[in-house]
């Protein structure tokens, strides 16, 4: 048997790009070197069929709403690079990168540059690894060998355990509220992107497709026997056009994908406050009397809450929703709501939705401008399923509807003292792969662009917030979107089920979406769907919910109960105290938003991704780190008053945060799981900043400062610097902030603090209280003055 062969020969090279053709075809390959450890590989037949991207924005936090030229590699650093053709092999290599295409079917084996030496670590299948001349069937593949000591991490938000190896997953958007958080797949937002790692090299790279059509990841599920161990990529639609990007190490690969599809959004301080939601309030006829009772419920229960999101019933005619229009018999005067929230000191975020049920007030005007997603003829409006009967989608590739859109977020909900908008139901759920899209003037089937409707939707009320509060940082949420959202928007994964499980599996899930480059992420507290939650399962959610940069409790029961802080009398007093130790952690969760949105660090991280060289961190945990210091144990078990937990290895050891007990790193420890506290263990050398104001409901806006101390149990030297602004203003981007550094040195007698600040923000506070960890006897010296041992060990220290 002859094998049929797909010869390529070199076109041209030039400005970091090389260009490739099938002798015998239309495809071209184009290659491009963009930086040292990132390459792209494109294939186009004819023509590309998609000429714009919206999710590749390399460092930036906005771009503009008709895409970026899908060939421009301006913003890249282009570096220098070799290519020579040998026979049939093109060798192409930067400092870091070495690949060796075989120009018979464009089959690629990769190398990465490490201490001098070539290391493969990844390789197209043999067989035919590319859909040339439609051999393989419809839409764009990429077949790689697996190798079975590989782990497969990413594709975003996905149920089940964090290493995807062996899986199969469908990467479309779709609505499935009260989902399995084990099994269920697809889910809400797309994410073609993972991270191979392989253990026994340990390197680890990324590949990211930049295509916005249904896919089929498939991680080692399938097995053919013709072809050896493989894992593959295959999209129904679109081009196959995709970045290689080597680590070597896991954390290396998700901090440049971030760099890659943009900045995280630097949203306000009060978007990591607890947030309170139901949708039984404003689904009940006396919506607006529901609402401020939940503000005198959090008064006379000491809840601290910093914003409210207003579920869609406040949009209701009769029982059916309708996106932008008040209800006038439930919410009677918007305005005066709006304002007994904010004296309050509670901000509210209103659901808005991308679909027009099909007798809305505004349809016939959107029908007659087709400001709609269009049939397969392009004449009338694609009529789907949506909530509450048959809608269609507002189509944001056009400008006018985008535009009408802006108009509509200004004056139905920032007009009426809304703060943020909840971009919500924007799967974009319409099957017909041939409805049409306006494509800003170049019609185009929805299937090639379908997650970039909700994109272009956040992006239009973004830009609606901004417009109409240039001076205040905008704060959005969105439940769907793609690579590129954390520019816009915080996130959640969803309408999830109440259940034990749901806590275990959601925890993988945030790890899934961080690892994604989508670091501002939460879940819905106690459960969205299902019965309610029992108390202690209740009081186990919110103790996991604490240490998520979003922070809600979000329910629509199917028993018409309410996910509320005090729903059970005789657990209220836990949940109090656990929303108030989220109030004391905001300096620290703030500081990981920052360093999300200035170096691309995740907040939400799995425990292999500072502790690599540990392989024991590999292993299925339900633990994970807040930032580099916490590791956050929760508990997911019923009856559980213990917890287990698997300390990384370091040189340091850990404390468990509320006994303050230090246990060497590498040891599996058991620790107390109260219904008090979450199990939390932290890292010794760390320096964590806290809110020292008494925190209660009437003044959870006071801020004062104080750090707690994890002291090197011999000697050892650590620095800390907290970030400090305003909380709410774009004056950051005029530096007009401040840095308070803190560097701490032990040795077996003395701990010695220095603390400094530079920066052009007036600090709120004149002096910081030092803590040190319970039975902490060490002398203790900050700048310079001795301070005297008191049993506390709280002290208070001027800053000048």
């Not at 081009?239 to 896991?250: A, C, V």
């Not at 000491?302 to 019933?313: A, E, N, T, V, Y």
């Not at 996106?323 to 509210?348: A, Q, R």
């Amino acid at each position: 048997m002859i094998l049929k062969n797909y010869p390529f020969q070199l076109l041209k090279e030039e400005n970091n790009v090389l260009e490739f053709k099938l002798v015998d075809g239309n495809t071209c390959v184009k290659v491009f070197v963009l930086e040292e450890n990132i390459i792209r590989v494109l294939f186009v037949e004819e023509e590309l069929k998609l000429n714009k991207s919206w999710l590749v924005a390399p460092g930036m936090g906005d771009i503009e709403r008709e895409g970026r030229d899908r060939l421009d590699i301006s913003p890249f650093s282009l570096p220098s690079y070799t290519y020579q053709l040998i026979d049939d092999k093109c060798t192409i290599e930067t400092s870091k990168i070495k690949v060796i295409f075989n120009l018979n079917g464009m089959k690629a084996t990769w190398y990465a540059k490490l201490e001098g030496k070539e290391v493969e670590f990844a390789k197209d299948r043999k067989t035919q690894a590319y859909n040339l001349n439609d051999s393989l069937g419809r839409g764009p593949y990429h077949y790689l060998e697996r190798n079975l000591n590989e782990q497969y991490y990413g594709l975003g938000e996905k149920c089940g355990k964090t290493d995807r190896h062996g899986k199969r997953y469908r990467m479309m958007s779709v609505d499935p509220m009260g989902y399995d958080a084990e099994f269920t797949d697809p889910l809400y937002k797309h994410i073609p992107f993972y991270i191979t790692r392989n253990s026994d090299t340990g390197i680890s790279f990324g590949l990211f497709y930049d295509n916005l059509s249904t896919a089929i990841f498939d991680m080692g599920n399938e097995l053919d026997n013709y072809h050896g161990y493989y894992r593959y990529y295959n999209a129904e639609d679109g081009d196959l056009d995709y970045y290689l990007i080597l680590g070597p190490q896991l954390k290396d690969v998700t901090e440049k994908f971030s760099w890659l599809t943009g900045n995280t959004i630097f949203s306000p301080k009060w978007s990591i406050g607890y947030s309170g939601s139901t949708m039984s309030y404003t689904d009940a006829p006396n919506a607006q009397e529901q609402l401020q009772n939940f503000i005198n419920d959090c008064e006379k229960h000491d809840i601290p809450c910093d914003s409210f999101q207003l579920s869609s019933g406040y949009t209701s005619i009769g029982n059916k929703r309708y996106v932008f229009n008040w209800n006038y018999d439930k919410v009677p005067t918007p305005k005066n709501m709006t304002e007994s929230f904010h004296e309050k000191g509670i901000k509210l975020c209103a659901n808005i939705k991308p679909a027009l049920l099909i007798d809305h007030p505004m349809f016939e005007e959107l029908k007659n401008n087709n400001m709609f997603v269009l049939d397969r003829e392009g004449k009338e409006p694609e009529v789907v399923q949506f909530w509450d009967e048959l809608g269609t989608y507002v189509d944001f590739t056009n400008p006018k509807s985008y535009d009408w859109w802006k108009q509509q977020v200004t004056e139905k909900l920032l007009e009426y003292g809304i703060d943020s908008t909840w971009n919500d139901n924007n799967e974009y759920e319409i099957w017909d792969a041939e409805a049409k899209a306006n494509g800003f003037g170049k019609e185009i089937n929805i299937s090639q662009i379908r997650p970039l409707q909700p994109l272009l939707m956040m992006k239009a009320s973004y830009e609606a917030q901004k417009e109409y509060a240039p001076n205040i940082r905008p704060y959005l949420i969105s439940r769907s979107g793609c690579p590129g959202m954390q520019r816009y928007v915080q996130t959640w994964s969803g309408d999830n089920r109440t259940s034990w499980k749901t806590i275990k599996y959601n925890i993988q899930m945030g790890i899934g979406l961080s690892m994604s480059g989508i670091y501002n992420i939460g879940h819905d507290v106690g459960g969205f769907a299902g019965a309610a939650p029992e108390p202690e399962l209740f009081v186990r959610w919110v103790q996991n919910g604490i240490f998520n940069p979003r922070f809600t409790i979000h329910s629509w029961n199917d028993d018409s109960t309410v996910n509320e802080p005090w729903m059970y009398p005789s657990v209220t007093h836990y949940i109090r105290n656990l929303i108030k130790f989220r109030t004391k952690i905001t300096p620290y969760i703030y500081n990981l938003l920052h360093r999300s949105y200035k170096h691309y660090e995740p907040m939400i991280r799995p425990t292999f991704y500072n502790f690599e060289e540990d392989s024991n961190t590999f292993e299925e945990n339900d633990d994970f780190m807040l930032g580099p210091d916490m590791l956050v144990a929760s508990v997911v078990e019923k009856g559980a008053y213990e917890r287990r937990v698997y300390l990384p290895v370091n040189q340091v050891g850990w404390y468990d945060f509320h006994t303050g007990l230090w246990y060497s790193g590498g040891e599996r420890v058991v620790i107390p799981a109260p219904l008090d506290y979450t199990p939390l263990l932290v890292k010794a050398g760390a320096i964590i900043p806290i809110n020292d104001a008494a925190i209660q409901f009437d003044t959870k806006s006071h801020d004062k400062r104080g750090f707690n101390l994890f002291p090197h149990k011999e000697n050892g030297e650590s620095t800390y610097e907290l970030y400090e602004d305003d909380g709410i203003s774009n004056k950051y981007l005029e530096d007009i902030y401040t840095i308070v550094k803190v560097k701490m040195i032990s040795d077996k007698d003395t701990i010695t603090v220095e603390i400094s600040k530079e920066g052009k923000y007036q600090l709120p506070y004149k002096e910081v209280r030092f803590y040190l960890p319970k039975g902490e006897v060490r002398r203790l010296i900050i700048n310079e003055k001795t301070y005297e041992f008191n049993n506390n060990n709280v002290y208070n220290v001027p800053i000048d």
